[in-house]
C-alpha cells in the first residue's frame, strides 16, 4: 500500500523556520519524483517545489525561491522541504506527493499524502 506522510508543520513567527518532511513506503522511492504543493483557504493547489528521482533536479516557485530548499534521502525513504523566511503568505496546507514525472502540475502526480498545516503568524 503506498503511503505518504507529512509531518513537521505548525505555527511560526514570520521569519522563522519549519522543516517538512514526507516519510514513504509501499514503492520505490528511488523510481519517483516527489513534490511539495500548498493550499490556502479559498484557493487552488498550487506547486511549492519538487525533485527528481535521484535529486538532480529541483525546481521552486518563484515565491519561494531562495527561501525554500528540497531534498531528499532514498535510504530513509523521505523527502525533506525546508523552509526559512517564511511569511503569513505561506500559510496553507502543505502536500507531498509522488509521481513519475518531476514537474510543479499537480496532475502529473499519482499518490498524496494528507497534508500538514503550516500557519505563519504573530
Known amino acids: 500500500q503506498v503511503q505518504l506522510v507529512e509531518s513537521g508543520g505548525g505555527l511560526v513567527q514570520p521569519g522563522g523556520s519549519l522543516r517538512l518532511s514526507c516519510a514513504t513506503s509501499g514503492f520505490t522511492l528511488d523510481y519517483s519524483a516527489i513534490g511539495w504543493f500548498r493550499q490556502a483557504p479559498g484557493k487552488e493547489r498550487e506547486g511549492v517545489s519538487c525533485i527528481s528521482a535521484r535529486g538532480g533536479t529541483t525546481n521552486y516557485a518563484d515565491s519561494v525561491k531562495g527561501r525554500f530548499t528540497i531534498s531528499r534521502d532514498n535510504a530513509k525513504n523521505t523527502v525533506y522541504l525546508q523552509m526559512n523566511s517564511l511569511k503569513p503568505e505561506d500559510t496553507a496546507v502543505y502536500y507531498c506527493?509522488?509521481?513519475?514525472?518531476?514537474?510543479?502540475?499537480?496532475?502529473?502526480?499519482?499518490?498524496w499524502g494528507q497534508g500538514t498545516q503550516v500557519t505563519v503568524s504573530s
Open positions: 506527493a509522488a509521481g513519475a514525472t518531476v514537474t510543479m502540475n499537480p496532475r502529473f502526480y499519482a499518490y
